[in-house]
């Protein structure tokens, strides 16, 4: 294989893993509290519309960027208080979550722009323009994420505490510790972190929002956090791992394979899904979950 496509399939890499970290970074923080969120596709679907329809609206990527943070935060709260403050479902809450996703952005995208829930394209300063190596600031913000993600968690206090509530939230009460402030800080920096992956599908690797631009990439993710073992720099090789069978998949489509020939279309855009399943299922061995991640967490009297 020549330089140049290896330079090409790399830099498709770092593209197409740019979401998919910060979903599963975005788990990251949520899991290890002890709040399981299966709605990062649902808050990376609303932001990426959000951020597209706010970028057009006002002719800025950054207004599009507050925007998508902005709806992700409110959908990462809506599950926050199902599943924290209502102390219910925290799966039935997250697929809550990715469905109104879908079909809000959908009906609302034709109500404003009649163009079968799609954004109108956008052009200049209403997309992150590539700034450094040929990638825009977010890829740069994301990727800056994973240290700073690690150290909080594992260096701070309030990284200690948070880790303490997702494994032993009793514990952490009875310090006189908040347990359902720290689990509310952590599904609203998911939030945060879903917002900047969603906003970069629409306003950073692509002119507008699609309906179900997302493709599975929350649930991708949330393979790649289970790969990982609920740790950040794994979480960045598991990301950059699922990245590079996207960007070869997209690289074989329409190419003939020696003594196979052309493969399907859609047998191609299968591979990272399938390679999904197969990872997971003979690769990691066990993974263990924070022991109170999905579990209510009700205060002793």
């Not at 207004?63 to 209502?86: K, T």
């Not at 700073?148 to 009460?173: C, K, Q, S, Y």
């Not at 390679?275 to 061995?285: F, K, S």
Request: glycine share 14%.
């Amino acid at each position: 294989m020549e330089l140049s496509s290896l330079v090409t399939i790399f830099d498709s890499t770092l593209r197409l893993s740019i979401p998919l970290l910060a979903a599963c970074l975005a788990g990251l923080w949520s899991e290890r509290s002890g709040v399981v969120d299966i709605g990062l596709e649902g808050k990376m679907l609303v932001a990426a519309f959000a951020a597209a329809a706010a970028a057009y609206a006002f002719g800025s990527a950054w207004i599009g960027l507050i925007a998508g943070i902005g709806a992700s935060v409110v959908f990462g709260l809506i599950h926050g208080f199902a599943s924290i403050s209502q102390r219910g479902n925290q799966i039935v809450s997250g697929v809550a979550i990715n469905m109104l996703a879908a079909g809000l952005t959908a009906i609302v995208g034709n109500a404003w722009y009649n163009q079968g829930g799609r954004t109108p394209p956008l052009e200049g300063a209403q997309r992150f323009e590539d700034v450094i190596f040929g990638h825009s600031a977010l890829v740069y913000v994301v990727l800056l994420a994973v240290p700073l993600t690690w150290f909080v968690l594992g260096r701070t206090r309030f990284g200690l505490r948070l880790r303490a509530v997702g494994e032993n939230p009793a514990a952490v009460d009875t310090a006189g510790i908040s347990v359902t402030g720290l689990r509310y800080t952590a599904v609203i920096i998911g939030g945060v972190l879903c917002g900047i992956g969603g906003t970069y599908l629409s306003v950073g690797q692509s002119a507008g929002f699609l309906n179900n631009m997302t493709a599975g990439k929350g649930f991708i993710a949330l393979a790649a956090l289970i790969f990982a073992k609920w740790r950040a720099w794994p979480a960045l090789g598991a990301c950059i791992l699922f990245g590079l069978l996207d960007a070869i998949s997209i690289r074989l489509q329409g190419i003939a394979l020696p003594g196979i020939g052309e493969v399907p279309v859609q047998a191609i855009q299968a591979l990272p899904y399938l390679m999904t399943v197969i990872l997971l299922a003979g690769v990691i061995g066990k993974a263990i979950p924070p022991r109170a991640a999905g579990v209510p967490y009700v205060k002793e009297r």
